[in-house]
Structures are given as structure tokens and as C-alpha cells.
């Protein structure tokens, strides 16, 4: 009676499991319920927060193809019966059943390895002084605005302020739904044009700030460094934290020899803390280099081309002599740079989505 309707729903639903690994994230689920079960689960409280987040995200993502699932075998049995009184009811069903299946297939964009984690973001004022300086800060606002109106959670890692105004750099831990996912396609090169407020003479001015956009890897078991790769230093603290923060060697500097990565945090209190965060860092530096250069083997790695990435903008925004928002990937085009850097960014996020999506049909 539906079988054709119902099998094209049925084909589309195991080609979203084969694309979204659904099987493997159901039997990491159940592994994790299993351990968050234990009795001695709570004991390192930490590692058990860190669990039961992970349940809620695979929770999340696998309930609604759940559903779908136990849809299609319900429908499955109900055609099995042949009966035409039921065939208003099986069309109808089948309509919603195929606008969900739809809707969820949107998912598909969001399916990358790291998607579904948080992200650690970082400004780094280019080429233009005080005016780059301060086109990091004026992004800096951009993704705070856009987080706060999507109901995202940020918190300030690192900055440091320029001399004159704005900032040279800032680091930002960014914790929702599909942070990473979401903000994975601002990394880049971000080019201003606009008249300078620094200079006397209001004459156009083009800046440059670089983003990058990092998955946050909080469990070392993901990117397993090996301590013969790793070189630690550590030093005295200064400027943002106190006296106290002065007063011992409590400053971090990780540096990854195979790869040359280096991170140095010095805004906690104590060097355990610092230790922590950087390596944190550092594993997700590292999960983005295995990304761009696809591999899973920390021993293939290159370090990053940071000579090339200044040159290769992502995107312009250009407030005089007309106004224009346009990400040269995608070709996305806005005639409203205020919205936009007021942190309306979803019609970027998106135009950016549905690009890597072809990208990789």
C-alpha cells in the first residue's frame, strides 16, 4: 500500500546511519550509562561531570533517529496489514514521518568528528596597528553577542590589551550545543575596511585579525601526548591576577617538539591549573591540525603554516566606502555589517555549513 513512500523514508534513514556512525555512538552510550552506573563513579567527581555531559550530548543527538527508527516499524507493520481503511491515516503519517526525517537530515552538517564539543576561540590582532588592535576587540564583541543571543556560555581564558586601544589578543572557552560545529568556519583571516577613528586625517584604513577556532579536548585519552614530545617550562607569572600571581614560578609553557606547537598560560593561580589548561590547549591544537591535514597519527603531523595564514582572509567587512559583509569561501554576501557584527552570524554560519556539506557529496 505505502511501500514505496515508506521504503524511501527506510533508505534515507540507514544512509543518515552509515553518514552519522549511529551505531557507534549508541554502543559508546550504553558504555558510559554502564560506568555512570559504577559505585564508585562519583568518587572522582570531575571525570564523572565530564561522563554524564558526554551522555547528555549523545543523548541528544540519538533520541530523535530513536524515534524515526520505531516510526518506520510501526508504519512497516501497519502496511503489512493491507488494510485500505487504514490508508488516510498511513499517508498522513508518512507525510510527517518524511518532513522529520528532513528536518533531522540538517544534522548531517553538523557531523564531524569534534561538532558536537565546545570551542575554544582565539582573536589575534594582524596587520594594521592600532587599528587592527582594535578590529580584534570589535570581534571579540561579535562572537560575545552571538553566543549570549543563542544562548551560549563564554569564559575569558586569556587577553591582552594593546597599548593605545583594543586588543592584541583574546582566548575564549565557548560551551553550548555545537560550539565547535557552529564556530568551526569563523577560523580565519578576518579583513576590516573603514575610515580610522586613530587617524587624524579619518582616511580609510584596511586591518586584519586572524580567529582560530579550536575542539576543546578535555580528556586526555583523545590526543594521547607522549611525555618524550613534550617540553615543559615554567616561569614567573605577570600582569592579570594579583601580587600573589607574581610572587612564584607558576606560569606554563608546553611545547610540542614533533609539531614545534607552543602554549604558555599564566592566568591561574597555581601551576597545576596552568598545566591543566595548556594541555587542554594544546590537545586540541592538535585535534584541529589532525583534522586539516587528515590523519589520526599525532607522529604524521606538521606544524601549522603560520607564514601563509595572514594572506589567506577568509572574509571582508567593509564599512566605507559602501557597507558589505562577504565570506569569499561561500560567496555570502550581507549589505548589513552593523547586524552582523552586532552577532547576527547565522546566515554566515550557515551559507558556511551547506558549502563544506557539498563539498563533500
Given at each position: 500500500?505505502?511501500?514505496?513512500?515508506l521504503?524511501?523514508?527506510?533508505?534515507?534513514y540507514?544512509?543518515?546511519?552509515?553518514?552519522?556512525?549511529?551505531?557507534?555512538k549508541?554502543?559508546?552510550?550504553?558504555?558510559?550509562?554502564?560506568l555512570?552506573?559504577?559505585?564508585?563513579?562519583?568518587?572522582?567527581?570531575?571525570?564523572?561531570?565530564?561522563?554524564?555531559?558526554?551522555?547528555?550530548?549523545?543523548?541528544?543527538r540519538?533520541?530523535?533517529?530513536?524515534?524515526?527508527r520505531?516510526?518506520?516499524?510501526?508504519?512497516?507493520?501497519?502496511?503489512?496489514l493491507?488494510?485500505?481503511?487504514?490508508?488516510?491515516?498511513?499517508?498522513?503519517?508518512?507525510?510527517?514521518?518524511?518532513?522529520?526525517?528532513?528536518?533531522?537530515r540538517?544534522?548531517?552538517?553538523?557531523?564531524?568528528?569534534?561538532d558536537?564539543?565546545?570551542?575554544l576561540?582565539?582573536?589575534?590582532?594582524g596587520?594594521?596597528?592600532?587599528?587592527?588592535?582594535?578590529?580584534?576587540?570589535?570581534?571579540?564583541?561579535?562572537?560575545?553577542?552571538?553566543?549570549?543571543?543563542?544562548?551560549?556560555?563564554?569564559?575569558?581564558?586569556?587577553?591582552?590589551?594593546?597599548?593605545?586601544?583594543?586588543l592584541?589578543?583574546?582566548?575564549?572557552?565557548?560551551?553550548?550545543?555545537?560550539?565547535?560545529g557552529?564556530?568551526?568556519?569563523?577560523?580565519g583571516?578576518?579583513?576590516?575596511?573603514?575610515?580610522?577613528?586613530?587617524?587624524?586625517?579619518?582616511?580609510?584604513q584596511?586591518?586584519?585579525?586572524?580567529?582560530?577556532?579550536?575542539?576543546?579536548?578535555?580528556?586526555?585519552?583523545?590526543?594521547?601526548?607522549?611525555?618524550?614530545?613534550?617540553?615543559?617550562?615554567?616561569?614567573?607569572?605577570?600582569?592579570?591576577?594579583?601580587?600573589?600571581?607574581?610572587?612564584?614560578?607558576?606560569a606554563?609553557?608546553?611545547?610540542?617538539?614533533?609539531?614545534?606547537?607552543?602554549?604558555?598560560?599564566?592566568?591561574?593561580?597555581s601551576?597545576?591549573?596552568n598545566?591543566?589548561?595548556?594541555?587542554?590547549?594544546?590537545?586540541?591544537?592538535?585535534?584541529?591540525?589532525?583534522?586539516?591535514?587528515?590523519t589520526?597519527?599525532?607522529?604524521?603531523?606538521k606544524?601549522?603554516?603560520?607564514?601563509?595564514e595572514?594572506?589567506?582572509?577568509?572574509?571582508?567587512?567593509v564599512?566605507?566606502?559602501?557597507?558589505?559583509?562577504k565570506?569569499?569561501?561561500?560567496?555570502?554576501?550581507?549589505?548589513?555589517?552593523?547586524?552582523?557584527?552586532?552577532g547576527?552570524?547565522?546566515?554566515?554560519?550557515?551559507?558556511?555549513?551547506?558549502?563544506?556539506?557539498?563539498?563533500?557529496?
Amino acid at each position: 500500500m505505502a511501500d514505496d513512500k515508506l521504503g524511501k523514508i527506510d533508505g534515507e534513514y540507514n544512509q543518515v546511519v552509515l553518514k552519522l556512525n549511529l551505531k557507534d555512538k549508541e554502543a559508546e552510550l550504553s558504555k558510559l550509562v554502564k560506568l555512570s552506573e559504577e559505585a564508585d563513579f562519583w568518587d572522582d567527581n570531575r571525570q564523572a561531570q565530564e561522563v554524564m555531559k558526554k551522555i547528555a550530548v549523545l543523548k541528544q543527538r540519538l533520541d530523535p533517529w530513536t524515534t524515526i527508527r520505531h516510526s518506520i516499524n510501526e508504519l512497516k507493520e501497519l502496511d503489512a496489514l493491507n488494510d485500505t481503511s487504514l490508508k488516510s491515516e498511513m499517508d498522513t503519517q508518512i507525510s510527517l514521518l518524511d518532513s522529520r526525517l528532513k528536518e533531522l537530515r540538517e544534522e548531517l552538517k553538523l557531523s564531524g568528528r569534534y561538532d558536537d564539543y565546545d570551542a575554544l576561540l582565539s582573536i589575534y590582532a594582524g596587520a594594521g596597528g592600532t587599528d587592527a588592535q582594535d578590529w580584534a576587540e570589535m570581534l571579540y564583541r561579535m562572537y560575545s553577542r552571538w553566543a549570549e543571543k543563542n544562548g551560549y556560555t563564554i569564559k575569558l581564558i586569556e587577553q591582552t590589551s594593546g597599548e593605545e586601544a583594543g586588543l592584541k589578543s583574546v582566548s575564549l572557552d565557548v560551551s553550548g550545543p555545537f560550539a565547535y560545529g557552529k564556530l568551526k568556519g569563523e577560523g580565519g583571516v578576518h579583513r576590516l575596511v573603514r575610515l580610522s577613528p586613530f587617524n587624524a586625517d579619518n582616511l580609510r584604513q584596511t586591518s586584519f585579525a586572524k580567529v582560530e577556532v579550536l575542539p576543546k579536548i578535555n580528556q586526555p585519552s583523545e590526543v594521547d601526548i607522549a611525555d618524550k614530545d613534550l617540553n615543559v617550562d615554567v616561569f614567573r607569572s605577570g600582569g592579570r591576577g594579583g601580587q600573589s600571581v607574581n610572587t612564584t614560578d607558576s606560569a606554563v609553557r608546553l611545547t610540542h617538539l614533533p609539531t614545534g606547537l607552543t602554549v604558555a598560560i599564566q592566568n591561574e593561580r597555581s601551576q597545576l591549573q596552568n598545566k591543566e589548561l595548556a594541555m587542554t590547549i594544546l590537545r586540541s591544537k592538535l585535534a584541529q591540525l589532525q583534522l586539516e591535514q587528515h590523519t589520526d597519527q599525532l607522529s604524521a603531523l606538521k606544524g601549522p603554516n603560520v607564514s601563509a595564514e595572514w594572506g589567506n582572509q577568509i572574509r571582508s567587512y567593509v564599512l566605507h566606502p559602501y557597507k558589505q559583509v562577504k565570506d569569499l569561501r561561500t560567496g555570502y554576501e550581507s549589505k548589513e555589517p552593523d547586524r552582523i557584527l552586532d552577532g547576527d552570524l547565522e546566515g554566515l554560519i550557515e551559507s558556511y555549513l551547506d558549502h563544506s556539506a557539498r563539498l563533500e557529496q
